[in-house]
């Protein structure tokens, strides 16, 4: 076994539904990490890091209490544990898009209920209690919230009035003919530390330089690069046409009157430019996938 070394950092990521595209982050980041769908404590390519496999809604807690360094979780759930922590910077993904969860305030499509005002006296069953008690509590109204364990959406309406669930896209919530009355939270997740670590000049560092890479590889994740070679008299006509992140690599090349164009685009302007490209007599025009773009 390897020794440990003298500085290292203990970080905790989502089990869970966020599980997958965390890992996926990671990857792209530039850190291998091995085993872990077998094991709480899988193995990184980082002899710095440590990483523990925790469900989300524990990591702000255990980092807080500092049986961690720092973690990645979603605002909701440290807002939910009241967790005292630095947040170092927001991570804009989550299970399946781009777009942050919601936390929403659901009920059958045939429920009288139309705003949070209707809830006075009802029950509501929820995973989040804080967050609905805290949302409750700012309009003045009174109700029963109850914990619920999971499959919340099958409990309305015979077990309780109302649901407070998560969700990205609400299409599982009509497909079980429910509909959203209003939004507690948007949440995406934070990468956070544990302050008295943020506080130490070794893990500051560390933790700034595992953020650095995380946030450039989000920003990659719907950009690609686009090589061409295009001739000097459509040069300005092509300028004007791309909306680039910077303004594009223009070199010579060894044929007079050509040049070389190298750009960073979002994959939905390429689709759209391409072809257009291709009409002012662009050649070699090369896509490619980036890993991380650092802004």
């Known amino acids: 076994m390897a020794d440990t070394p003298d500085n290292f950092l203990k970080i905790g990521l989502p089990k869970g539904s966020l599980f997958e595209p965390t890992l996926n982050l990671f990857e792209k980041a530039g850190y291998h990490i091995h085993g872990a769908d077998r094991s709480y404590r899988p193995t990184i390519d980082d002899p710095e890091l440590q990483v523990r496999l925790i469900r989300a809604q524990e990591i ?28 170092v910077c927001d991570l804009k993904y989550s299970r399946a898009t781009s777009n942050p969860t919601r936390w929403v ?23 989040a209690i804080g967050i609905v008690e805290k949302y409750l509590e700012k309009h ?14 099958v409990k309305v309406p015979e077990l309780v009035d109302a649901i407070v669930d998560i969700t990205e896209t609400g299409s599982s919530l009509r497909a079980n003919n429910l509909r959203i009355v209003d939004v507690l939270m948007e949440s995406y997740p934070q990468f956070i530390a544990k302050k008295e670590s943020w506080e130490d000049p070794w893990k500051r560092a560390k933790i700034e330089r595992l953020a650095v890479l995380l946030k450039g590889a989000l920003t990659a994740r719907d950009m690609v690069g686009l090589k061409l070679n295009l001739h000097d008299e459509s040069l300005d006509e092509v300028l004007n046409l791309l909306p680039s992140l910077r303004k594009p690599t223009v070199s010579r090349l060894a044929t007079d009157g050509w040049v070389a164009l190298e750009v960073v685009l979002t994959e939905l302007q390429v689709r759209e430019l391409i072809p257009r490209l291709k009409e002012l007599g662009a050649e070699g025009i090369i896509e490619y996938p980036l890993n991380k773009v650092i802004e």
């Open 140 to 153: 003045g109204v009174k109700a029963e919230v109850e914990f619920s364990w999971g499959a919340t959406e």
């Open 105 to 127: 305030l659901v009920v059958p499509n045939d429920s009288p209920i139309q705003s949070v005002y209707d809830l006075e006296g009802k029950r509501i069953a929820a995973e």
């Open 60 to 87: 702000g807690r255990y980092v807080d209490h500092g049986f961690l360094d720092c973690g990645i979780t979603g605002m909701d759930w440290i807002a939910e544990n009241g967790a005292d922590v630095h947040v």
